[in-house]
């Protein structure tokens, strides 16, 4: 079955310090999704990207798909306190309905 | 609009009993996706309901069931509950589409913490 793996799994940086993520999947994904999580809160979706190499910015994020359409990536920027907590990538197979989410990465901004 | 709904919040229940979460979705959306959080195993995928049908399901045995009733408000059912039942229960809609693959973004709910004794 489809599996999402994300590393790493745990980052800490300083304030300003930049940040990055990665998703990797077993099988080729129809689309990928990224959510962010707050401590004590709910998933919250960031964005989708849809098409192979893909690269979509949101201020200090910067989004891309893999070529293959196999794998992600998310890139913060001069990290802040607002950006603490846990990111997820979710990727669906190409021709299924299912969201799959990663194991998601827990960052830690220390001020 | 008012976002996603769970009731109830927070439960306590001990092994063997049952238990039921409901969650109201977005006005106007169609499917709804059940989803299991624990700190050990992430979230993982338990089914998914659009037009009271269930489309997809995860791999959880079948104590864990699942409706949605056609104003598409929808619950979810754990029977013979276990220790390790114990966890966030994520329910989460989005707009969907009929027959094709959804690309639409999942609006989560709070939750409903779980909590098994």
């Known amino acids: 079955g489809q599996q999402v793996m994300q590393i790493p799994q745990y980052q800490h940086v300083q304030e300003g310090e930049d940040f990055t993520t990665y998703c990797n999947s077993s099988?080729?994904?129809?689309?990928i999704q990224w959510y962010k999580q707050r401590p004590g809160g709910h998933p919250v979706f960031l964005i989708q990207?849809?098409?192979?190499?893909e690269v979509k910015k949101q201020k200090r994020l910067t989004f891309q798909f893999g070529e293959a359409k196999k794998n992600s990536s998310l890139h913060i920027t001069a990290t802040q306190t607002t950006d603490v907590g846990t990111y997820f990538c979710?990727?669906?197979?190409?021709?299924?309905?299912?969201?799959?989410f990663g194991t998601g990465t827990r960052l830690t901004v220390i001020p | 609009k008012a976002g996603v709904t769970q009731t109830p919040r927070y439960l306590i229940k001990t092994r063997g009993q049952q238990v039921t979460l409901s969650c109201s979705p977005i006005?106007?959306?169609?499917?709804v996706s059940w989803y299991q959080q624990t700190p050990g195993q992430g979230l993982q995928f338990l089914f998914e309901?659009?037009?009271?049908?269930?489309?997809n399901k995860g791999n959880f045995p079948g104590r864990f069931s699942g409706r949605q009733f056609s104003n598409s408000r929808s619950e979810m059912n754990v029977s013979t509950l276990e220790l390790g039942d114990s966890a966030l229960y994520l329910c989460?809609?989005?707009?969907?589409?009929?027959?094709?693959?959804?690309?639409?973004?999942?609006?989560f709910g709070p939750g409903t913490r779980l909590t098994v004794l």
């Open positions: 989460a809609s989005s707009p969907g589409t009929s027959g094709a693959v959804s690309y639409n973004e999942q609006f």
């Open positions: 099988t080729t994904l129809s689309n």
């Open positions: 990207l849809v098409k192979s190499g």
């Open positions: 979710a990727g669906r197979e190409t021709g299924a309905n299912n969201l799959f």
């Open positions: 006005s106007g959306h169609r499917s």
């Open positions: 309901y659009f037009s009271e049908t269930q489309r």
